[in-house]
Structures are given as structure tokens and as C-alpha cells.
């Protein structure tokens, strides 16, 4: 009896052992019969193979989640790499390696012979960097936007970067800004050497009858007609220089020299000066800046110069509204970034128009140059900022400046 006894203790403790060591080695394929062992030990091995049971569930859901993200990783269209400090590649998915033109790869090391500078920007990036890196030393050249962000796995820290060619899309917009500039310059060009073309050969023509003329009335009246056409001719030369150096005005905006300042400070210079051309306008400007504290890290000078084009934009806007108003205002929006916004309550902007007023020379008045707004939104984005529009016919316009 004391054998069996002990026996019967021992079983009951290699079960024990067995159970946890399947729990240590994650080996859930381990089940428990009790036999001749009693109830009370029927009920401990139900017990025992109920969690094993258990484990082998959570363990299918984790493997199956573990390959729907495998399969979303490896279809998704962006292209995706992770590594650790010391190079080693994590994840990197078949977008990543059509765009790499690698069929595999395990560190980034291995990348260096193909392209010594992108493999050089990957280690460069640090969490939350955004990046933008043409790569030439491919055969098809390449215009990556790279946003990194980290992650931990096994407690161990990798990098993961997104990798985006926009190369087609950057070819497409450059095509559509070329063809919208070519429209403007052939506009404005045509509009000047057509009548300075018809002008020249009216004037030579007249030159040519003089020469053969003795009658005085007619040389005086044509003389008339020749002053006439040399100063039009005049008139649309020096339009057409005005045009050309304008042009040249959009390529020479000095770089922006950064510093923090209070954004009420530069909303009451700019009303300063144009409250006097305001009231000429008869129009009423208002300024608000909400939390007064309000800073912003920019070029005071140069902003300075863009919200006067937009205040100036509003005047023209409003001058057939009676009671006419501006406000120019400071503010924070829901993301906590700063935005400086110009309303009016004029007239708004045609929807066939909202497109084109961002296209330099595109204008809307009788004498306007056209590169107020051009200049404006070129000036925001060297700050890393955006200028957008918004209106509606009949119902205002407001601009909005956001950092």
C-alpha cells in the first residue's frame, strides 16, 4: 500500500509538471486521462485539459491575426521597411521591394551597394519625421516621401518608414502648371504683340504714302495717325516689360529669416496701415486675436507683405458692397496650429475662377498684375505653411493662413 501510495502521488505530480511544462514551451498539444485515479483527479485533468483547450484558441486567434497582417502588410500599395539600431530589417513588405528593386532583404547594409545615399537617409530618420528624397542612382529616377515613426517588438526598438513614390503624381502636376502658365504668358503676350504687330505695319505704311505725298493737309493728318501709333506702341511695350518683370519679381523672394514673435503685433501693424486706406475704400477693417499670447515662429517681415496683399484683395473684393467689412483675425484651430484667416463680405470669388487665382498673372481686375496671390502662397509655403481659399458667390471670401 505505502508503494502504491506513492505511486499514485508521483502520477499526480508528472502531471503537474507535464501541464506546466506545455505551458512554459507553448506546447498545447498535451491532454490529460485520468484513470483509476478517482473523481476529485477526473475533475483536476478536466481542468488541466480545459486551459490546454483555452490556450490552443488564443493561440489560433493569434496566429490567424498574426496572417491577416501579413497579408494587409504585404498589399498594402505604400511601401513599408522597419529595422533595428544595428540595421537589421524587421518588416519590409513587396511594395517596399518593388520599389528598392530587391527580392529580399535582411539588413540595411545589403542596400548600400544599389544606393548608398537612400540607405544613408533611412538612418538618418528619427520618430516622426516627414521627408522628401529624389533618388537619381536608380534606372527609373524616384520621389520618395519617407514618415517614420518607432515600435517595439520583444522590447527591442525599430523604425518603421513608409515609402511613397509620388514621382508620377509631381510629373502631373508639373504638366498642369506648365500648360496653366503657358496659357497665361501666350494671353498676355498675344495681347501686347498683336496691336504692337498691326500698329508697326499701319505706321510703316503710313511712312511709305508720305514719301510719295505733296499734299500738306494729308502729311499733317497722317503725322497725327503716326504719334497716335508709336505711343500705343509705346504704351504696350512697356506693358509688356512691366509683364516680364513681374514675371522675374516671383523667382527673387529673399529666404525667410525665422524668429518668434506675437501674431497681435503684426495684425495691428498691418492695421495701422491700412486703416487710411480703409475708410477710402468705405469699408470698415476689425481685428481679433484669440488667445492674445498668440506667437508664431516666421519672417514678420514677409508675412507682413502677404497679409497686406490679402487686406488689399479684400478692398477690391468689397467695393461694390454696401457696408463693406474686413476682418483680419489670429487664432488657433482644432489642432492646437496656429491660423491667421482675411474675411470680407464682398462679392466672393466665381467658381470657374477659385482654381486660377493661385496661377501667377491669372487677375480678375481691370489693372491688376496677377501675382499678388501667387507671391502670397509662394511666401507660406518657404514658411512650411499653406494658404487656401474658401467662398461662394455672393457670400464673401475668406483666406486662410495656416502654419
Known amino acids: 500500500q505505502l508503494v502504491l501510495l506513492i505511486r499514485f502521488v508521483e502520477r499526480t505530480n508528472v502531471d503537474l509538471t507535464r501541464f506546466l511544462e506545455a505551458i512554459t514551451y507553448a506546447d498545447f498539444s498535451q491532454t490529460f486521462i485520468a484513470k483509476g485515479k478517482g473523481s476529485t483527479f477526473d475533475d483536476l485533468d478536466a481542468a488541466f485539459n480545459s486551459v490546454m483547450s483555452e490556450f490552443r484558441k488564443v493561440r489560433g486567434d493569434r496566429e490567424e491575426q498574426y496572417h491577416f497582417l501579413q497579408t494587409l502588410i504585404q498589399h498594402v500599395p505604400v511601401g513599408l521597411v522597419s529595422f533595428a539600431p544595428d540595421g537589421e530589417i524587421g518588416i519590409i513588405n513587396a511594395a517596399a521591394k518593388r520599389l528598392l528593386r530587391v527580392t529580399h532583404l535582411t539588413t540595411l547594409r545589403a542596400l548600400e551597394p544599389a544606393s548608398p545615399h537612400l540607405t544613408r537617409a533611412l538612418r538618418s530618420l528619427r520618430p516622426g519625421d516627414r521627408v522628401t528624397f529624389k533618388l537619381d542612382d536608380f534606372p527609373e529616377p524616384l520621389h520618395l516621401v519617407m514618415n517614420a515613426t518607432e ?13 511613397q513614390n509620388i514621382q508620377s503624381e509631381l510629373d ?15 494671353h498676355e503676350i498675344m495681347n501686347s504683340v498683336t496691336p504692337i504687330s498691326s500698329l508697326s505695319s499701319t505706321a510703316a505704311a503710313i511712312l511709305q504714302k508720305e514719301a510719295l505725298s505733296d499734299n500738306e493737309h494729308d502729311v499733317r493728318s497722317d503725322l497725327t495717325d503716326l504719334r497716335e501709333a508709336m505711343v500705343t506702341i509705346t504704351r504696350r511695350s512697356e506693358g509688356l516689360l512691366h509683364f516680364v518683370d ?24 498691418v492695421d495701422l496701415l491700412l486703416r487710411t486706406q480703409a475708410a477710402q475704400a468705405g469699408a470698415t477693417l476689425s481685428t481679433r486675436v484669440e488667445p492674445e499670447s498668440l506667437e508664431v515662429n516666421a519672417d514678420p517681415d514677409l508675412m507682413e507683405q502677404v497679409l497686406i496683399n490679402l487686406v488689399q484683395n479684400a478692398f477690391h473684393a468689397v467695393q461694390e458692397t454696401r457696408g463693406g467689412r474686413i476682418h483680419l483675425s489670429g487664432l488657433l484651430d482644432r489642432q492646437g496650429r496656429v491660423e491667421i484667416e482675411v474675411s470680407d463680405n464682398g462679392k466672393g470669388i466665381p467658381e470657374d475662377a477659385m482654381e486660377k487665382i493661385f496661377v501667377p498673372f491669372y487677375t480678375t481686375k481691370e489693372k491688376g498684375s496677377g501675382i499678388g496671390l501667387s507671391l502670397s502662397r509662394q511666401i507660406v509655403r518657404m514658411h512650411g505653411g499653406t494658404l487656401t481659399c474658401r467662398s461662394k458667390p455672393g457670400d464673401g471670401a475668406v483666406f486662410t493662413i495656416r502654419f
Open 172 to 186: 502631373d502636376m508639373e504638366m498642369e502648371a506648365w500648360q496653366k502658365l503657358i496659357r497665361v504668358l501666350t
Open 151 to 163: 515600435i517595439r517588438l520583444h522590447e527591442r526598438p525599430y523604425t518603421l518608414v513608409s515609402l
Open 246 to 269: 513681374a514675371y522675374r519679381n516671383l523667382t527673387l523672394i529673399p529666404k525667410p529669416v525665422l524668429r518668434i514673435f506675437a501674431v497681435k503685433d503684426l495684425v495691428q501693424r
